[in-house]
């Protein structure tokens, strides 16, 4: 039987003009059009065909050569996009999406429900082999176009977290003439919705977009052209902002605000939610198995110190996975303050002698390189000798996972969906499970969260899920990073989002 | 002369068949499945196991190889497992980017090397200077003479862009205003090796009778040093060259990423890191083709340059 679901539904927010994206802009003001804004990336786009795209880099740019389904707020509160409202049937199994009208592609072909159909069916193909069939496939049963402006998705087993990826890479929408033109040639002739147009791509060097004069959000894009510029490294980059070649760089550390923090025309702006670095360890063989060494690392810890040598005091200290600001966020109940008599009693009751030596592995990156030598003069004070040895960067977390690397730093950017994160970590069969956590109850709440469509019940599963992963300690939280972006103060709506990508879609620059 | 050249292009076959084999074997061996490498880090043990069974990554080696061979022989060098790209379409413009840097640097370098060092006979401050270069040249590491012509002349005079790089067809001032610092970049260790190997030979060359003859004629030291020492001291500056060119079309790694020019060291060096497998192999046909060929023609010049060495 199908139900509807009222207080799901989400109104279109009007129809033909504004896409009901009302993200807070990074200054107020009347936009002008008119004008190139000039972005510093690192040099990691590969492809612009989002069947294929992973690296990070490539994430902005296809927001603007394309649309999504839905979108995501800075909260990660989802919203329309391309398709303006959608309804929950079937106790979840079946999602039915209105899409907005008078949308073409750059090439002049409509976008319309067969066009989203032939999104799905490629993402979702054998032999094409992108990599989100296998996140794809056990979630979709089937899409069915219902009429030229709806279609419906219906789902194997209730899965809210598909939402949010139709955010994100599985929702951007490829015109299917291109597709089929192009073939695998579509990641150098992109082809989408969106409000820029590819004019020019040197690999590795600079990309160019250009305005898209037919974009349906009427009034939009502000800007006439966005370049890309590859640097090399950040340092480079500081510089190019400085000497005006270009106008906007992110992914800077703390230590960049001193050289930029008082030059004439340059502002600086602080992520909204940084990266989480947390430390992990294998939990289900010695020494890591044993909760009071855990218990007692996780109080030796000096979590503000850390804070302010690496990160200049700016981050945010962390006591669980999830930060504040989501709509998942919950209270912090577990907590482990710095407090170093309690450590070495709990190390005394964990039966550990001290002068025990650990391994601790490091990549050469010099923040982890920081937090691990500051961590190591800590535990040395309880008395643990930590024995720190140095890894490559390229094979560090796929060395995590194969479990060759035990007790390291790592970082985690977050999910649009708290299933996302949570569930790749925690969950016992979790791919990412590289701590070996284990723990029914847990697995329990995870699966249940996974597939419960009520907002409010998911806070309160996440929020217990949080809660007893800080009792068990598979990780030991430290902060969420501080990460800074540089940009020319004549430039306005730059949105940086939570999952780490600036939006440029909406960008001015004043005269 | 034909013979000598029919038989050194003979053994490029053979070469590349080795060469390429013994480069797959290693990438496949020591780097294992790019798999994990083309699914980023949302690598499920499932999306691995299937990306292996759609390119392949389970089978063998050797059938692995065999399946590219195959293909590269008729010229298709597959598709980037990162970009899906066709791995031609890449190489390709990347090619004329690479040899223009390296064309400029190298001319720069010998020019100037063999034109200061025989010109310091008898002007003792050239002398001093070229040395001084020279050991510069050689001993400070490429990205950090790059970095600090970068903070010099664009961060602090702003006389040069810092980085990039603009096609002739997009304004030639831009073009070279972008090529001076990392030509520059390139051509400090040239200056300072082809320095170094021209002067060992000088010395050797001054000791001859001919020059003793020459200067007894009553010649300038400096017409002596450039019509008759030079021409002869050349030799292994030449042979050098011919061996320097052949690695840099691998690329001058370093300069290229420093400046952000899209040339073949940076394709190559970013293909090993991300297990890009087409391209790897494809640069390393490249680079054997190029060594190969320079090689040749450097003993060409060598056998032109002087007429007692027979090929």
Redesign the interface.
Known sequence: MNTLHRRDVLAGMGSIGLAGVSWPAMAQGTPTSGGTLTIGINDDTKTLDPTFSIQQAERQILHLLYNTLLTIDVDFSLKPELAKSWTVENDGKRYVFQLQDNVKFQDGTPFDAAAVKFNFERRLDEKIASPQRTQLAPIIDSVEVLSPLSFAINLKNPSPGLLAELADRVGFMISPTAAEKYGKDLGTNPVGTGAFKLKQWTQGTELTLERNPNYWESGKPYLDTIVFKANPNTAIGVQRLMVGEIDYIYGLQPDALRQLGDKPGIKTEKSKIGRWYTYEWQVDKPPFDNPKLRQAIAHAIDRDRLNQITMEGQATIANGPIPSGLWWSSPDNVVYPYDVEKAKKLLAEAGIAPGTEIPMWTTPTPVDRRLNQLVAEQLAAIGLKINIIPAAISDFYSRQVSRAINFSITNWTQRADPDGLLFILFHSKGFANVTGYNNPKVDELLASGRVTQDRERRKQIYAEIKDQIMRDLPYIPIFFAAEFAGYNSKLNGVVWMPDNHPRFRYAWKVK | MAGFILRRLMWFLPNAVILTFVLFAAVTVWLGSPA?M??????????IA??NT??GFDLPTWQQYLRWIGAALTGDFG??Y?????VS??IL?AIPITLELTAWAILLALVTSLGLNSLAVGRHVIGVLSSGFSIVGITFPNFMLGAIL??VF??KL?WL?????IPWQSGVIDHLTHLIMPVLTLFAYYFGSFSMIYRAEYRAVDQQLYVRVAHSKGLSPTRVSFRHILPNAVLPVVTFIGISIGRLVGGAVVTE??????GLG??FV?AI??YDFPVVLAMGMIVLTSVMICNLLADIVLASLNPQIRL
Do not use: C, K, N
Not at chain 2, 161 to 165: D, Q, V, Y
């Open positions: 994990a083309m699914l980023g880090r949302d690598a499920s043990p499932a999306a299937e990306i759609v390119y598709r980037s990162a970009s899906h790209q066709a379409a890449m413009p970068i903070y664009s961060v702003g862009p810092t980085a990039g790089w990423t420093v400046f952000s020019i899209p940076r394709l970013g890191a991300s």
